[in-house]
């Protein structure tokens, strides 16, 4: 055998190796951290800023009163005390949940509430609104979702506030709560 002895190892004697551990822990604890973290409270870089430019078709076959319900576009967000935009689908959960607190708003002497038919099939929009009430003055389709990225969408329902000029002023993510539309309303009306 050798007398050559081997010199002892240090348990760590390349800490750099444990920057990908040190990395992926700081990374899950952020990510606990957030968890349960309220989505409404996501903000949006266009509180402020003037609504993007769209034109949305109205939802085929829908009727009010005898009459076809019409599309809407940018322009229809200008004037009047503020406008809510709701980004609905038929297929999403939450918009059910919230349709009862849209109804409760349109039957409000000046609000207006313009629907964004986000993502959805004509037949399945219109029977939704059949069975659930129509609470929008109009309903504009984005089957494509542009419109729904333009507005910075994260998933349906968002509801945006916009005041007479055009601007959104105010953003919810999530199901509404009758105090979540009237907070969006008070800032839509230009009220703090």
């Known amino acids: 055998m050798s007398d050559v002895a081997t ?6 004697a390349k800490p750099w190796l444990l920057l990908p551990l040190a990395v992926f822990l700081a990374l899950a604890g952020l990510f606990f951290a957030r968890i349960g973290h309220d989505p409404a409270l996501l903000p949006s870089p266009l509180i402020g800023q003037e609504a993007p430019a769209f034109v949305l078709p109205p939802l085929a076959g ?15 967000l200008r004037g009047g005390s503020g406008t809510l935009v709701n980004v609905f689908a038929s297929w999403c959960v939450p918009c059910r949940e919230e349709h009862p607190v849209l109804m409760q708003l349109a039957k409000q002497k000046g609000v207006t509430i313009l629907g964004l038919n986000h993502k959805d099939e ?5 029977r939704f609104l059949g069975n659930l009430g129509n609470p929008y003055a109009k309903v504009g389709i984005d089957p494509s979702g542009r419109t729904s990225l333009d507005f910075g969408v994260y998933g349906v329902p968002e509801t945006f506030a916009i005041d007479a000029s055009g601007r959104i002023v105010g953003k919810h993510v999530g199901a509404l709560t009758l105090a979540d539309a009237q907070d969006l309303l008070r800032k839509a009306a230009g009220a703090p």
Not at 7 to 12: I, K, L, N, V
Request: glycine content about 8%.
């Open 62 to 76: 829908l009727t009010r009163d005898g009459d076809a319900v019409p599309g809407f576009s940018d322009d229809d």
């Open 122 to 126: 004509a037949e399945n929009a219109r």
């Open 7 to 12: 010199p002892p190892r240090r348990a760590f």
